[in-house]
């Protein structure tokens, strides 16, 4: 299996911190981003593009999906950015758009039935364990959904994508990196069927999973 994991393009909550949003759109560069990113998957034969539920994802999930065959894109709670209602910090849920209006932007979204007409809630992480949980929990999920032949985009975000790779390559939540991942960068991991592993090396012995790049934003150079 191959899974591509691709941050969403640039946005208001990005850039401008004072006016943070938890659920902001894309803007003009991120908007280029995304098409640049698009051109480069184009040929990456998609079988599956899965998206957070957050506009900035799916914007960018869009755009990959109408370069990849016309696919759709099936929006995976599981994927949305870590948000912590923490009271002590006075961070409230954030009650993001209802279905209909997703789907008047994003009509190739597949939306779950957590969006209900008047929206859903983006929050509740309290705390880094529990937001670490549910990114294995996704990890896990990209597992066992899909077969070794499957080749997946997976947009999200910086949180969430980090803590997803920390899963699948085995780095546990009482040791963690930060894996740099710049908007609409690409990073790839290769899930080694069993048969494909190699044997008989004593230095090097069989791997489950490879990770083939990380953060790679070389197809935005020109178009930023």
Known sequence: ?????????????????????????????????????????????????????????????????????????????????????????????????????????????MLPPEIGADGWDHGGDNGFEAFFARCAAAAAALRSRFDAEARVAVVGHGGCLNYMLHALLGIPPTAPVWFQLDCCSVSRVRLVPAAERRQGWPLYPPVDVELLALNDVSHLADGE
């Open 1 to 109: 299996m191959d899974l591509y994991f691709i941050r969403h393009g640039d946005c208001l909550s990005e850039s401008a911190p004072g006016l943070f949003t938890p659920d902001g759109a894309l803007l003009a560069l991120g908007e280029r981003q995304a098409l640049l990113t698009a051109r480069r998957l184009a040929s990456e034969r998609f079988t599956h593009i899965l998206s957070s539920p957050l506009v900035r994802a799916l914007a960018t999930a869009s755009a990959i999906a109408a370069s990849a065959g016309d696919l759709p894109v099936e929006v995976w709670m599981a994927l949305r950015e870590g948000y912590g209602n923490v009271p002590s910090r006075a961070v409230p849920l954030h009650r993001s758009d209802g279905r209909a209006e997703l789907l008047r932007r994003f009509p190739r979204a």
